[in-house]
């Protein structure tokens, strides 16, 4: 235990005088040579980072956004996992593949950051999923065909592709040897498509396909007083969505919507809050493969094809007389899309009133079957 604590406080202090690039050097060397003996044993996922931490002497950091892409966040229980005699970089890999994830060595620490099928789901996964992906990543797809053959009893496309098990088994082929999800992600990016584990199969799309999944996802965020650009951004982190504005759109507003903007929403959907900040800012936003952009809209209503300065002012925020009552999706010819929204007042007589109609039937229902459960 002594010789232990002082090899460890050998790597600190080192790290603490030396330059940065020393400090990788250090890390590096740690991460090839045998841990001490570490038990894992029904432990919290943060206790279990500690422990390791201190035992190794190497500063591991697991944020958290990265946390909460764990089925139970730092709660996470770690049932069982021995880490003895092993490189470092082994006893790591025991401990987080299993929750997918990986690790990356920064310049002072190892950080742990998300496999990219993790990514794509833009949250959690769960226990089933994570089985998923670590029996996918216990093949060799690219030059086994028998592994490459069990791929295909698991995957479910929806890509426009006439014959995409073809396309996609060649692309795995031509990537050759590696972890099968590390493959797959390789032979999905060459093809322009993605992919991420789904109960026990596995889903391939097209970029905009997943990020529309990711905008079904709900989220609960409240920000008072912060710059609209940091909302947004929030809003994007959350499910891992690229959050950009086109230039001259933030300025286009008054300076205290962009400086003090407030947004609290709890269990939305992320497409729900970017229509809420697109509703009281008068700014559309536009899918891509790139994520999500926001824009000033033309005198057409529509995404400017390059940067303009037409002069026109942003919306107002709709009111309680005049609320934004439809959202158009309009695909472009580059696989893109936007939209935008339409206010009650530009409804035409018959629509306005079909609407009325339609709220007024849900009410007397919703209040007849409320009335009926209430009834003893």
């Not at 479910?156 to 692309?171: E, K, Y």
């Not at 609209?228 to 951004?233: A, D, K, P, S």
């Not at 994007?236 to 300025?251: E, S």
Request: with cysteine; aromatic share 6%; charged share 20%.
């Amino acid at each position: 235990m002594f010789l232990t604590l002082l090899n460890t406080c050998a790597v600190v202090v080192s790290a603490w005088i030396a330059p940065t690039a020393d400090i990788r050097a250090l890390i590096e060397k740690a991460l090839s040579e045998p841990t001490p003996p570490i038990t894992l044993d029904n432990v919290k996922l943060g206790e279990a980072i500690d422990i390791i931490a201190k035992q190794s002497g190497v500063k591991i950091v697991m944020t958290p956004d990265v946390m909460r892409l764990v089925p139970e966040g730092p709660e996470t229980l770690i049932r069982k996992v021995d880490i003895a005699n092993t490189p470092l970089r082994d006893g790591l890999r025991r401990l987080f593949a299993p929750l997918g994830m990986t690790f990356r060595l920064a310049d002072d620490h190892v950080d742990i950051v998300p496999k990219d099928a993790l990514l794509c789901l833009g949250r959690a996964p769960t226990w089933t999923e994570l089985d998923t992906l670590a029996k996918i990543a216990a093949t060799q797809p690219g030059r086994n065909a028998t592994d490459l053959t069990s791929f295909q009893s698991r995957v479910q496309f929806q890509v426009p592709v006439p014959d995409a098990w073809n396309a996609l088994s060649q692309a795995i082929r031509n990537v050759g040897a590696g972890p099968g999800d590390e493959v797959l992600t390789v032979a999905c990016s060459h093809l322009g498509w993605t992919w991420c584990p789904a109960d026990d199969h596995i889903v391939i799309s097209t970029f905009d396909q997943q990020i529309r999944r990711r905008l079904k996802q709900p989220v609960s965020l409240r920000m008072n007083n912060r710059t609209l650009f940091e909302v947004m951004q929030a809003v994007g982190g959350m499910v891992d969505i690229d959050v950009r504005v086109d230039p001259g759109a933030l300025t286009s507003l008054p300076a205290q919507v962009q400086k003090n903007f407030s947004l609290n929403v709890h269990q939305q959907s992320v497409e729900q809050v970017l229509d809420t900040i697109s509703a009281y800012t008068g700014l559309g936003y536009m899918l891509n493969p790139d994520g999500i952009v926001f824009y000033k809209a033309d005198e057409n209503g529509s995404a400017p094809t390059a940067p303009a300065n037409t002069g026109l002012q942003p919306q107002p925020p709709p009111t309680s007389s005049d609320p934004y009552v439809v959202k158009i999706t309009i695909p472009l010819s580059d696989g893109r899309t936007f939209e935008w929204l339409i206010r009650k007042s530009e409804l035409p007589d018959d629509l306005r009133q079909m609407r009325d109609r339609d709220i007024q039937a849900f009410i007397e229902e919703f209040r007849q079957k409320r009335t009926a459960d209430v009834k003893p």
